[in-house]
Nanobody, 114 residues
Framework: QVELVESGGGLVQAGGSLRLSCVAS????????MKWYRQAPGKEREFVAG??????????FYGDFVKGRFTISRDNAKNTVYLQMNSLTSDDTTRYYC?????YSQGTQDTVTS
């Protein structure tokens, strides 16, 4: 079955960086688009970044708020998708999830302190 196991993240000062990793299993990783979302308590889920399938050449796309600060990448040999987050602010404090269609990882809490 599909499994997405996320790691990385944690606590960082404003202006700092964090890197999230998500290891996928149960499907042919390169054939699927992979995405990152985030969601704070009581708020709607927000799209962060996506990496298209091999058919799309693994094109990347980002939420409007990213403004060049985040980079999504993937290593198909390792079945892993990454989210590099730079220039973090307190507004980025929330829980992050990796996603493939209807499947989500367990999520990690990222906290940015000022």
């Amino acid at each position: 079955q599909v499994e997405l196991v996320e790691s990385g993240g944690g606590l960082v000062q404003a202006g700092g960086s964090l890197r999230l990793s998500c290891v996928a299993s149960g499907f042919t990783f390169s054939e699927y688009s992979m995405k990152w979302y985030r969601q704070a308590p009581g708020k709607e889920r927000e799209f962060v970044a996506g990496s298209g399938s091999s058919a799309s050449g693994h094109s990347t796309f980002y939420g409007d708020f990213v403004k060049g600060r985040f980079t999504i990448s993937r290593d198909n040999a390792k079945n892993t998708v990454y989210l590099q987050m730079n220039s973090l602010t307190s507004d980025d404090t929330t829980r992050y999830y990796c996603n493939r269609s209807i499947f989500y990882s367990q999520g990690t809490q990222d906290t940015v302190t000022s």
